[in-house]
């Protein structure tokens, strides 16, 4: 696979009235993203709302994914495994679905963290499936105190001497891990970043933009992604203003009163690709909190306007 570069664009997963997979809006705005120009999908476990679906719906996703996209000359699709169950019943199960081998296989070990060697034994456990891995790190909680804690940067220097890792998606919000990670890390193993745009542009301003990153506001309008990108790389403080216009008010205001995830599903339904419905241990946003984010994502359309 080539190197995942710029915005990945994550594929959430909704649901109708009355429970089910809602797959027609799914194909929606799967066909969208890529009309709009996306070349990198990532369906994953919390975006795509694995915590909520059962074994066989995860399975009729991934495949609905790969038939939809995984042929599309020049993009690229990563597909988080299901957390349950252990590594190789994971690995197997996987394996099942039977997808294009250009399909990337993301994974999370979503355990307790005890050592290195605990998560060196997880990763190379998929070095013979014969498809590219994503390997998912986040803050973990320690097997020993219950207490959450970052990686260990020993972590990445035992994954970047595994040849079947492609790229590591990033979820630990600090600059300082950011850039330590990026010292350690070989060309050949991207780096996609999970994180607001003021964090992007900081990284940028310190280590460059050899990186991708995981998309946010941008889910209902990608111009927001690609007009950041293209600013990142040609006018740093022109980006600064942008994200400043753009950016930091989305995470101030709605996702700061309501929650990333379920201000996400929100814009979706104001864009008309499904409804924000949420099944239960998650709840979606009632009618004056959706009614709040519409009229931010409304405002935030007419703003945008004036970048691209």
């Known amino acids: 696979m080539t190197l995942l570069r710029g915005p990945v664009f994550t594929v959430y997963v909704p649901f109708t009235d009355t429970d089910e997979l809602d797959l027609r809006s799914l194909r929606r705005y799967v066909d969208f993203l890529l009309h709009s120009g996306a070349k990198q999908l990532y369906l994953m476990p919390y975006n795509g709302r694995y915590g909520q679906l059962r074994a066989y719906e995860w399975a009729i996703l991934a495949r609905e994914l790969a038939d939809r996209v995984a042929y599309v000359p020049g993009v690229t699709l990563i597909i988080g495994e299901r957390l349950d169950g252990p590594t190789y019943a994971r690995i197997e199960?996987?394996?099942?679905?039977?997808?294009?081998?250009?399909?990337?296989?993301?994974?999370?070990?979503?355990e307790r963290f005890f050592s290195v060697d605990q998560y060196a034994q997880h990763f190379s456990a998929y070095s013979n499936i014969d498809r590219p891995v994503l390997a998912h790190l986040m803050p973990v909680i320690s097997g020993y105190t219950g207490i959450t804690a970052d990686l260990t940067l020993d972590v990445y220097s035992t994954l970047a001497e595994m040849k079947h890792i492609v790229a590591i998606k990033e979820d630990h919000k600090s600059i300082e891990h950011l850039l330590e990670v990026s010292r350690i890390l070989p060309e050949r193993i991207s780096l996609a970043i999970a994180g607001r745009k003021r964090l992007l542009l900081e990284f940028a301003q310190l280590a460059g933009t050899d990186f991708a990153y995981l998309n946010g506001l941008s889910l209902v309008d990608p111009s927001i992604a690609f007009t950041f990108w293209r600013l990142l790389e040609e006018d740093m403080d022109?980006?600064?203003?942008?994200?400043?216009?753009?950016?930091?008010?989305?995470?101030?205001?709605?996702?700061?009163?309501?929650?990333?995830?379920?201000?996400?599903?929100?814009?979706?339904?104001?864009?008309?690709?499904?409804?924000?419905?949420?099944?239960?241990?998650m709840v979606e946003l009632n009618e004056d909190e959706f009614n709040d984010v519409r009229d931010f994502c409304r405002l935030t359309q007419l703003e945008i306007l004036q970048w691209i």
Do not use: M
């Open 238 to 281: 022109t980006c600064d203003q942008f994200v400043a216009s753009i950016d930091d008010p989305f995470w101030d205001h709605v996702v700061n009163k309501y929650g990333w995830h379920r201000c996400n599903r929100a814009l979706l339904e104001v864009a008309g690709f499904g409804h924000r419905r949420e099944r239960l241990p």
């Open 93 to 110: 199960e996987f394996n099942q679905l039977d997808l294009p081998s250009s399909v990337v296989l993301s994974t999370l070990p979503n």
